[in-house]
């Protein structure tokens, strides 16, 4: 028991690392200097998608994807998919067993949005921008692990493509809404 203990701390440990290394990459000015290339954003998802659906699935959680068109961005796939694995990873995490988590890909005013809303039970108007600081986790996260570094590198890589990060209330499935928004070309 106490060796099953160990390994767990370590486990947590080496991805509290990880998380921590790409956080500092990031927000790096070396980061800055990786060649963008058009990423075409649909596909990232349902790539990010299908590596988490087992994830999803063993706790029979329904995921969708809606997409307008093909939307495509200039930036780092890489970086990119590291933000929607971790708002997904997160998604999945908060959402309870039998949970549904809606991913919406499309255009506003000239902008591309990706909104992802889930059933799970939300965070409060009042806590959600704190959620973006490092080692901060929802009040209701019992239960669930994490170092609470998921949004802020999140919001780091957002910020490095010049898109917005906002979490907000899901209108249709009741739990947390996340909307990020690329800028409309020429802006």
Not at 60 to 75: H, K, R
Not at 90 to 109: D, E, S
Request: proline residues 4%; hydrophobic residues 40%; charged residues 20%.
């Amino acid at each position: 028991q106490a060796v099953t203990r160990l390994n767990h701390g370590v486990d947590l440990a080496i991805r509290l690392m990880q998380q921590l290394l790409v956080l500092a990459r990031q927000e790096s000015s070396h980061a800055n200097a990786v060649e963008w290339h058009s990423v075409e954003l649909t596909q990232l998802l349902v790539q990010t998608i299908e590596e988490l659906t087992p994830q999803a699935q063993t706790r029979s959680i329904a995921m969708a994807l809606e997409a307008d068109a093909p939307m495509s961005v200039q930036g780092d796939a890489d970086g990119l998919q590291i933000l929607f694995r971790n708002l997904l990873e997160n998604a999945i995490k908060y959402t309870p067993p039998h949970g549904r988590i809606r991913l919406r890909v499309g255009q506003h005013a000239g902008a591309t949005r990706i909104t992802i809303e889930d059933s799970g039970p939300g965070i409060a108007p009042e806590q959600r921008e704190r959620m973006f600081e490092r080692f901060v986790r929802a009040e209701d996260a019992h239960g669930t692990t994490g170092s609470g570094l998921g949004l802020s590198i999140a919001r780091a890589v957002a910020e490095r493509h010049r898109a917005t990060l906002t979490l907000g209330q899901s209108d249709d499935l009741g739990g947390l809404q996340v909307l990020l928004e690329f800028p409309a070309l020429g802006h």
